[in-house]
């Protein structure tokens, strides 16, 4: 298995040119959702990540994510019609059958943000899986098949905990024991484009094919 080391942005990951930032993480133009294909992690993972959120918002401020919004993109797309989600969801569907998305241990905190905005705070792997390097790969190549603009840097895994924590947090950067998510399923996400709190519409691409 190919494993690609992510120690670099897992202690205190600060955004700027050239470096690895989240995707997805700001509101959506109103009346137009922002869509991104992700993995979701099994409900057992995603309510000790979401337990992990709670502990680390009062700890160091911030908006923690429910478990229903906790995710693992893999390509942001942005600003798209909501009719482009049929599209989509078919072109993504052959990549979405059950068991081919192994096991991920979540033993890292990350940040990002730099020191003069909030941070937002993530959980990843200490490695990235061949895998998941597969599943990444097909999906930016069924986008591109699909002739779908979308983002194109790098894959660095994580799931979003925390948004909006105080400037100079800076948590545990060890998960401790790491969080293990045993099974995934390949979603089509979007941004709900109304104000208030950021929470995510998903939709099943399996159900596409």
């Known amino acids: 298995m190919r494993?690609?080391?992510?120690?670099?942005?897992?202690?205190?990951?600060e955004a700027g040119p050239g470096r690895p930032r989240p995707v997805g993480a700001s509101a959506a133009p109103v009346g137009?959702?922002?869509?991104?294909?992700?993995?979701?992690?099994?409900?057992?993972?995603?309510?000790?990540?979401a337990r992990l959120a709670r502990d680390t918002a009062e700890a160091v401020g911030g908006e923690p994510l429910a478990a229903a919004d906790l995710h693992l993109t893999l390509a942001f797309i942005?600003?798209?019609?909501?009719?482009?989600?049929?599209r989509l969801e078919r072109a993504v569907a052959p990549l979405a059958r059950p068991g081919r998305f192994g096991?991920?241990?979540?033993?890292?905190?990350?940040?990002?943000?730099?020191?003069?905005?909030?941070?937002?705070l993530w959980a990843g792997p200490d490695a990235t899986p061949g895998w998941l390097d597969a599943i990444d790969g097909e999906v930016r190549r069924a986008l591109r098949e699909l002739s779908c603009e979308f983002?194109?840097?790098?894959?660095?895994?994580?799931?979003?905990?925390?948004?909006?924590?105080?400037?100079?947090?800076?948590?545990?950067?060890v998960i401790a024991p790491p969080i293990l998510v045993v099974s995934w399923r390949l979603a089509i996400g979007r941004n709900?484009?109304?104000?208030?709190?950021?929470?995510?519409?998903?939709?099943d691409p399996g159900a596409a094919s």
């Open 151 to 173: 983002d194109e840097r790098p894959l660095v895994p994580h799931l979003t905990l925390v948004r909006g924590a105080r400037r100079e947090a800076a948590p545990s950067p």
């Open 32 to 49: 137009r959702p922002r869509f991104f294909v992700a993995l979701r992690p099994d409900e057992a993972a995603a309510e000790a990540l």
């Open 103 to 120: 096991p991920l241990a979540l033993g890292r905190l990350g940040r990002f943000g730099n020191r003069t905005r909030p941070a937002l």
């Open 192 to 203: 709900r484009p109304a104000g208030g709190p950021l929470r995510y519409d998903w939709s």
């Open 78 to 86: 942005g600003a798209r019609e909501a009719a482009f989600a049929g």
């Open 3 to 13: 494993r690609r080391s992510v120690d670099r942005p897992t202690v205190s990951h």
